[in-house]
Structure formats: structure tokens, C-alpha cells
């Protein structure tokens, strides 16, 4: 660990405590891929005033710095991230179809000021950014309230899906979010209505203006508990059906191309199975990039690459990846 590296711990820990406070964090214990080397500097923060804070002191030190969500659309590298590490998730571990259901309504650390936190006022759910998406669907259910029924199988963070209008079986996080409280890069908290959000496929304004997700405001409609549990349910199945879901992946490695499906595409050209050490094109569903057995970051990011390459020479379209890429391969 550098002087720097070792200065800035101390620094980050007087807000967060020594306890939330990391160095040379191994990322793949942070990523659904669950692969990738060390980050100099990994935090947890709870609320809006410690990520102010952290924020600062990373600014002023020219420090860079990456916010994670639950680690579901990144790949780092096997050497790793130089810089800080952000997460407002409660160890920003990826939800598990086991962990998934027994998890609580409203964080266990830092109150109503949590940025996990979940609350319920009538039809509409406060989430935070470090919430699951997961958790707020069973929320949603448990309060009779639809909407959310599409992100009950996703694994991201609140905060995730914002910046890239996740979705699932025609929903997507534009159709419900009423607003969304963000923190602009120059230190001012605003919050922005849907239509300020310019939700598209895979984006949102947050992926445009450096502003972070804190919370969302989420309006619902009320229906039938039953209903809601029977659709959550069939999603659950299709998924189980046609997704690799027993290997690590970060889910559709590829934005779908406009007129085509990423899957059909890939299989096309005749890559299921297409395999760089221990990643692999699955058979499954072609659209998947999974690690199959101990895979390197490199192999992952190796894959990808020969599949748009062979993807373009067969079809001449090509494929944008929804995975982010960070740190050193």
C-alpha cells in the first residue's frame, strides 16, 4: 500500500468509520462476472452527507473513483482498479436467488437516512440508490401495489437501474419512476422528474451529466397480491428456462442491436459454446458471456471482443455491450 493510498484510508475513515474503509479489495468478490484483481481503495457509505464528504476528499486529492452498484454490469480487470472504489449497497454483493427473499424492507444500517433504505407512503415506494431492485419488487408485492413485478428477477441496485432504465418483460424503470433525487458533480443535490431522467433503452440523463442516483420515487398501482405473485413467478421461470443462471455472468453482456436480438446474432454466426480459457458464449442463451469454470477478466473481455468481431464479419451489425469495462487488464 502507497503513502497516498494509506493517507486517503485515514482520511475516508474519520466519515465512515475504520470498518467501511478497505484497501486492496479483491473486485471479484464485488462482481456478478466474479472476477477481477484489487481496488486501491474500496468504501461503503450510507448516506448522502458521507458520500459528499468521501467525495470531497477523493476531489481534492485527484483521486479517481468509480461508484459501484451491486456489481452486476462491470468487468475489471485482473490487475485491477487504481483508485476508489464507491458503493452505497451493504457490501455491494450481488443479490442471489437464496439471499433474495429473506431480505429486509428497510436497511439494517443507517435508518431513514440509508441509502438501502425502503419506505412505503400509498401507491408510491421511496427506494434508496444502494436498495436492491429486487427487494423493492417484493415490497411492492407484499403492499399489493404492481409495477415493479419486472425487476423481481434483476440483481442490480435501485441506483443501476436508474442510470440504465433497466428492464425485463416489457417494463422498464421509466414506467414507474415519479422522480429521482440525484448529486450533481458540483456538490448540489436536485431532483429531476421522469421526463428530466430522458429514459431511452439502456440509458438514462445519469449516464450523460455525472450526477449519482440517491433515491427514486416509485408510483404504483394497486392490484391483487395473488396477481402480482403469479407474474413474478412466471418471469421466474422463463428466466430459469432460457438464462445460464447457474454460472456467474453479468446477465445480457449485449445491448440488443435495433431490428435484431444480441442471442440470435451470436448463435448465427455460430459461437455458442465459443470459448477463451475459462469464459465461454453460452449455450444456453447466446447473449450470456459466462465465466464457466475459474475464468480470468481477460478471458471474459476476450470473449466479448471475438464475438463482435465475428458478429460484424457475419452481419455487419455491431454489438455495443451493456458490461462496463474498468480498471487494468
Same mark, same amino acid.
Not at 472476477?35 to 458520500?51: I, M, N, R, S
Not at 437501474?161 to 450533481?184: P, Q, R, W
Given at each position: 500500500?502507497?503513502?497516498?493510498?494509506?493517507?486517503?484510508?485515514?482520511?475516508?475513515?474519520?466519515?465512515?468509520?475504520?470498518?467501511?474503509?478497505?484497501? *486492496?479489495?479483491?473486485?471479484?468478490?464485488?462482481?456478478?462476472?466474479?472476477?477481477?484483481? !484489487?481496488? #486501491?481503495?474500496?468504501?461503503?457509505?450510507?448516506?448522502?452527507?458521507?458520500?459528499?464528504?468521501?467525495?470531497?476528499?477523493?476531489?481534492?486529492?485527484?483521486?479517481?473513483? &468509480?461508484?459501484?452498484?451491486? /456489481?452486476?454490469?462491470?468487468?475489471?480487470? *485482473?490487475?485491477?482498479?487504481?483508485?476508489?472504489?464507491?458503493?452505497?449497497?451493504?457490501?455491494?454483493?450481488?443479490?442471489?436467488?437464496?439471499?433474495?427473499?429473506?431480505?429486509?424492507?428497510?436497511? #439494517?444500517?443507517?435508518?431513514?437516512?440509508?441509502?438501502?433504505?425502503?419506505?412505503? $407512503?400509498?401507491?408510491?415506494?421511496?427506494?434508496?440508490?444502494?436498495?436492491?431492485?429486487?427487494?423493492?419488487?417484493?415490497?411492492?408485492?407484499?403492499?399489493?401495489?404492481?409495477?415493479?413485478?419486472?425487476?423481481?428477477?434483476?440483481? /442490480?441496485?435501485?441506483?443501476?437501474?436508474?442510470?440504465?432504465?433497466?428492464?425485463?418483460? *416489457?417494463?422498464?424503470?421509466?414506467?414507474?419512476?415519479?422522480?429521482?433525487?440525484?448529486?450533481?458533480?458540483?456538490?448540489?443535490?436536485?431532483?429531476?422528474? $421522469?421526463?428530466?431522467?430522458?429514459?431511452?433503452?439502456? =440509458?438514462?440523463?445519469?449516464? %450523460?451529466?455525472?450526477?449519482?442516483?440517491?433515491?427514486?420515487?416509485?408510483?404504483?398501482?394497486? @392490484?391483487? +397480491?395473488?396477481?402480482?405473485?403469479?407474474?413474478?413467478?412466471?418471469?421466474? +421461470?422463463?428466466?430459469? *428456462? %432460457?438464462?445460464?443462471?447457474?454460472?456467474?455472468?453479468?446477465?445480457?453482456?449485449? %445491448?440488443? !442491436? =435495433?431490428?435484431?436480438?444480441?442471442?440470435?446474432?451470436?448463435? =448465427?454466426?455460430?459461437?455458442?459454446?465459443?470459448t477463451v480459457g475459462g469464459a465461454?458464449?453460452?449455450?444456453?442463451?447466446c447473449g450470456f458471456v459466462i465465466?464457466? @469454470?475459474?475464468?480470468?477478466?481477460?478471458?471474459?473481455?476476450?470473449?466479448?471482443?471475438?464475438? +463482435?468481431?465475428?458478429? &460484424?464479419?457475419?452481419? /455487419?451489425?455491431?454489438?455495443?455491450?451493456?458490461?462496463?469495462?474498468?480498471?487494468?487488464?
Amino acid at each position: 500500500m502507497t503513502k497516498r493510498i494509506e493517507e486517503l484510508q485515514r482520511e475516508i475513515a474519520a466519515v465512515t468509520g475504520p470498518s467501511r474503509v478497505r484497501t *486492496d479489495e479483491p473486485m471479484s468478490l464485488h462482481s456478478s462476472f466474479r472476477a477481477g484483481g !484489487p481496488a #486501491d481503495l474500496f468504501v461503503y457509505v450510507q448516506t448522502v452527507q458521507e458520500l459528499q464528504e468521501v467525495m470531497t476528499i477523493l476531489q481534492r486529492a485527484g483521486e479517481k473513483w &468509480f461508484l459501484l452498484g451491486r /456489481g452486476t454490469n462491470i468487468l475489471v480487470g *485482473d490487475k485491477g482498479f487504481r483508485g476508489c472504489v464507491i458503493t452505497l449497497t451493504q457490501g455491494g454483493i450481488p443479490m442471489t436467488d437464496t439471499n433474495r427473499a429473506s431480505a429486509p424492507d428497510v436497511a #439494517d444500517e443507517g435508518g431513514a437516512q440509508s441509502l438501502c433504505a425502503l419506505f412505503v $407512503n400509498g401507491r408510491r415506494i421511496t427506494a434508496g440508490a444502494g436498495a436492491p431492485l429486487a427487494r423493492a419488487a417484493i415490497m411492492a408485492r407484499d403492499m399489493g401495489l404492481s409495477g415493479l413485478e419486472f425487476a423481481a428477477g434483476i440483481p /442490480g441496485s435501485v441506483g443501476g437501474g436508474l442510470v440504465m432504465n433497466a428492464g425485463a418483460y *416489457d417494463g422498464e424503470i421509466k414506467d414507474t419512476a415519479e422522480s429521482v433525487e440525484a448529486l450533481f458533480p458540483d456538490g448540489t443535490v436536485r431532483t429531476l422528474t $421522469n421526463a428530466e431522467m430522458a429514459f431511452g433503452y439502456r =440509458q438514462s440523463v445519469l449516464k %450523460k451529466n455525472g450526477a449519482v442516483a440517491l433515491r427514486a420515487v416509485f408510483y404504483l398501482h394497486p @392490484d391483487e +397480491q395473488e396477481a402480482i405473485t403469479a407474474r413474478m413467478t412466471d418471469y421466474a +421461470q422463463r428466466r430459469r *428456462d %432460457k438464462q445460464p443462471l447457474e454460472y456467474p455472468s453479468a446477465g445480457s453482456t449485449f %445491448k440488443r !442491436p =435495433q431490428g435484431h436480438f444480441a442471442g440470435q446474432l451470436i448463435q =448465427q454466426a455460430g459461437l455458442a459454446g465459443f470459448t477463451v480459457g475459462g469464459a465461454m458464449v453460452s449455450t444456453k442463451h447466446c447473449g450470456f458471456v459466462i465465466n464457466k @469454470d475459474h475464468a480470468s477478466a481477460a478471458d471474459i473481455r476476450d470473449v466479448i471482443r471475438a464475438v +463482435q468481431k465475428r458478429v &460484424f464479419e457475419t452481419s /455487419g451489425i455491431e454489438l455495443e455491450t451493456e458490461v462496463i469495462l474498468l480498471g487494468e487488464f
